[in-house]
């Protein structure tokens, strides 16, 4: 029986398929109405491990005005330039295949690739990520930052759930 850990990710797009508008706002997200906290307190139960990259990490400390909102997971921050760690993250300079590899196999619940574009495409050609759970907002936004960047590679998934929470639908997915 496999007890590897799960990379899951868990995120919200514009029908469109749009994580934020060019300037990073998600302000059309949080317009719309939603059920609860549409499933995010379930979710976030279940992973013990955060993944992401430095703009992202940058973004989130901006917006939440220096309070880190994921206080007691383990965090890892993908980083060129930063090194070390702060009371809440560790930057990591690793290869992302063989860093995320050794995590998959150490013992703990699941890892949440919170973002960004550029950490999430490099586990996408990797073929890293093992569950898809997208949160789909009846908004449409026309331009703005993509979930999914264009490459070269095909991943084959299965659909095992979909949810309403109101005006938003999420579907899951695992990787064939």
Not at 18 to 40: P, Q, R, V
Not at 118 to 143: C, M, Q, R, S, W
Request: charged fraction near 25%; proline fraction near 2%.
């Amino acid at each position: 029986m496999d007890n590897q850990r799960k990379v899951v990710l868990y995120v919200a797009t514009s029908l469109d398929g749009y994580i934020a508008t060019k300037e990073e706002s998600l302000e059309w997200l949080f317009k719309i109405e939603s059920e609860g906290d549409a499933g995010y307190s379930q979710f976030y139960e279940t992973v013990d491990t955060i993944l992401m990259g430095r703009r992202t990490y940058d973004w989130i400390m901006a917006m939440e005005k220096g309070k880190f909102p994921y206080e007691n997971k383990e965090c890892y921050v993908f980083s060129n330039t930063l090194n070390g760690k702060t009371e809440n993250v560790e930057f990591v300079n690793e290869e992302v295949v063989s860093f995320t590899t050794k995590l998959k196999s150490e013992a703990g619940k699941d890892i949440w690739i919170v973002g960004g574009g550029e950490l999430l495409h490099l586990f996408l050609l990797n073929k890293l990520v093992d569950e898809y759970v997208i949160t789909i907002a009846p908004t449409l936004i026309g331009k703005g930052i993509p979930l999914f960047k264009e490459a070269d590679y095909e991943l084959e998934l299965e659909l095992i759930d979909v949810k309403r929470f109101n005006q938003f639908a999420q579907i899951h997915f695992v990787t064939k």
